[in-house]
């Protein structure tokens, strides 16, 4: 059974870069694409990206200038970058297991497992 | 703000059936997925695409679509159900855009 778990500092100054990294246990992270989702107190999910395996990604509009997402295939993990932070971003992210299907007529996303979310809050 | 649209907050009485909805255009052209989520808890998958349950989940989930609207039915709602419910899709642009509704509370009376 996989499972997904989200690492890195719980308080991060102003201006500086939010750095976690989730590892990947009960399985390879050599297929589907895996992402990053954050929830900010009291409030919904907002998605923030996700990469493939092999590298590529996809971004949120609304955060792509400050976002990186990046790979590491041999340790089984993923991690994310966001620059500039406010306390705006302050929030619990989670990283989860990213899928999807296309038939003749649609297609469907969805993510599972999710990690355990881990609360960064942005603070001087 | 999202592109899809969900109801803040639904009531349904024990053992009764309740509908939670999700609009927005993108769901012309996708289905969503569903996720519940307790309090202090990850969100967990319960629904994804036409009407497909992971295993675990039980059967008095379901979902389903037309138009622009997406629906979550839980016939029969326990007490356990009784939690925040996001649906997801692709946005509109054509990019891969993943896109969350803006939740519904579900209060089980």
């Known amino acids: 059974q996989v499972q997904l778990q989200e690492s890195g500092p719980g308080l991060v100054k102003p201006s500086e870069t939010l750095s976690l990294t989730c590892t990947v246990s009960?399985?390879?992270?050599?297929?589907?694409?895996w992402s990053w989702i954050r929830q900010p107190p009291g409030k919904g999910l907002e998605w923030i990206g996700y990469?493939?395996?092999?590298?590529?990604?996809n971004y949120n509009p609304s955060l792509k200038s400050r976002v990186t997402i990046s790979v590491d295939t041999s340790k089984n993990q993923f991690s994310l970058k966001l620059s500039s932070v406010t306390a705006a971003d302050t929030a619990v992210y989670y990283c989860?297991?990213?899928?999807?299907?296309?038939?003749?007529?649609?297609?469907?996303?969805?993510?599972?497992?999710w990690g355990q979310g881990t609360l960064v809050t942005v603070s001087s | 703000s999202s592109e899809l649209t969900q109801d803040p907050a639904v009531s349904v009485a024990l053992g009764q059936t309740v509908r939670i909805t999700c609009q927005g255009d993108?769901?012309?052209?996708?289905?969503a997925s569903w996720y519940q989520q307790k309090p202090g808890q990850a969100p967990v998958l319960v629904i994804y695409?036409?009407?497909n349950r992971p295993s675990g989940i039980p059967d008095r989930f379901s979902g389903s679509s037309s138009g622009n609207t997406a629906s979550l039915t839980i016939t029969g709602a326990q007490a356990e159900d009784e939690a925040d419910y996001y649906c997801?899709?692709?946005?509109?642009?054509?990019?891969?855009?993943?896109?969350f509704g803006g939740g519904t509370k579900l209060t089980v009376l």
């Open positions: 990469i493939y395996y092999s590298g590529s990604t």
């Open positions: 009960g399985g390879s992270i050599s297929s589907y694409y």
């Open positions: 989860a297991r990213g899928s999807g299907y296309c038939s003749s007529t649609s297609c469907y996303d969805w993510f599972d497992p």
């Open positions: 997801n899709s692709r946005d509109s642009s054509g990019n891969h855009h993943v896109v």
């Open positions: 993108s769901l012309r052209s996708y289905y």
């Open positions: 695409g036409k009407n």
